[in-house]
């Protein structure tokens, strides 16, 4: 696998950093999570886990969005009605902020699919339903391409790979707020402005203190060389074979909604549902509702 550019801590203070956000998740859910660490093509992966050690259930891979980390799934615990009844692994994806090596592959080959697919076996997984917010639905789709027989169900929460980043002077503004005057207040006026939709999907005060500190960190000590997520074309999705299923949320301003739904019922054959959340933004994956739809899925 070819290394196209690599990502990383400003310092090794950084990543301790990020060690500590973890207890602190850690203290605030009042759990502990599994930390599994595994050698991949791109290096060191780190993979986190619920139930992880219960063989008996079935299995659950979660990638998740860019400039996030995959523990941003359980934010107040949202993944405690699944954790009872599957095996959750929580995959920082590569490139990443997080504790995850910074190599990246070209964004447009197969490669971050031969990853995850590399991710699965080495949790000792032979097949697996996987879930992906945002850039860890182009992930998925990648995987779905190069290794079907390892996905029992494809899963994506208003996923990048549908249609190209929305050049909207709102969701412009938004967006490149923080990231050209990263502060605490304008990291908020987006996360309400895009990634939420208060009142109706919102974090509590201490989860949202995390996501505040994270993306800060993320911002002013984490060096990004990482390519963007991209419209998969027909030539792409059309190898899809999958059984895939598309959560969208409709405050979404990163990737309006319908446009995704139109370009996955175009492309992709095998669409077999799709859920469009009311008043919920692009930070899907930490609406209850949506993870409440992934385990009907996951039952049917």
């Not at 599994?34 to 992966?45: A, Q, Y």
């Not at 949202?78 to 692994?89: S, V």
């Not at 339903?129 to 899963?155: D, R, T, Y």
């Amino acid at each position: 696998m070819q290394i196209h550019s690599t990502c990383s801590f400003k310092t090794p203070e950084d990543s301790k950093y990020f060690e500590n956000w973890v207890v602190r998740l850690e203290k605030v859910n009042n759990k502990k999570y599994g930390r599994i660490d595994l050698e991949t093509s791109l290096g060191k992966t780190v993979v986190w886990s619920l139930s992880g050690d219960k063989k008996d259930l079935k299995p659950l891979v979660i990638f998740p969005g860019f400039r996030t980390c995959s523990l941003f799934w359980d934010f107040d615990n949202a993944l405690e009605p699944l954790q009872k009844n599957y095996r959750i692994f929580l995959v920082d994806t590569n490139g990443q902020p997080s504790l995850s090596d910074g190599n990246t592959p070209d964004i447009k080959s197969n490669d971050y699919g031969l990853w995850a697919s590399e991710v699965i076996t080495k949790l000792g997984l032979t097949k697996a339903v996987v879930a992906g917010a945002s850039f860890g639905g182009l992930v998925c789709m990648k995987l779905c391409i190069v290794a079907p027989e390892k996905v029992e169900k494809a899963i994506m929460l208003n996923p990048g790979c549908l249609q190209p980043f929305s050049l909207s002077l709102k969701n412009l503004y938004y967006n490149m707020l923080p990231i050209l005057f990263p502060s605490r207040k304008n990291v908020k006026t987006f996360l309400d402005a895009a990634v939420f939709c208060k009142p109706n999907h919102q974090l509590s005060t201490d989860s949202e203190e995390l996501i505040l500190d994270y993306e800060m960190m993320a911002l002013t000590r984490f060096i990004d060389k990482a390519q963007k997520p991209y419209q998969m074309p027909l030539s792409e999705l059309s190898k899809v074979s999958s059984d895939v299923y598309l959560l969208e949320g409709e405050n979404d301003l990163l990737f309006p909604y319908q446009k995704s739904i139109d370009h996955a019922t175009k492309c992709i054959k095998n669409l077999k549902e799709v859920f469009v959340l009311k008043q919920t933004g692009h930070g899907i994956e930490t609406s209850k509702e949506a993870i409440s739809i992934i385990g009907r899925i996951m039952n049917t």
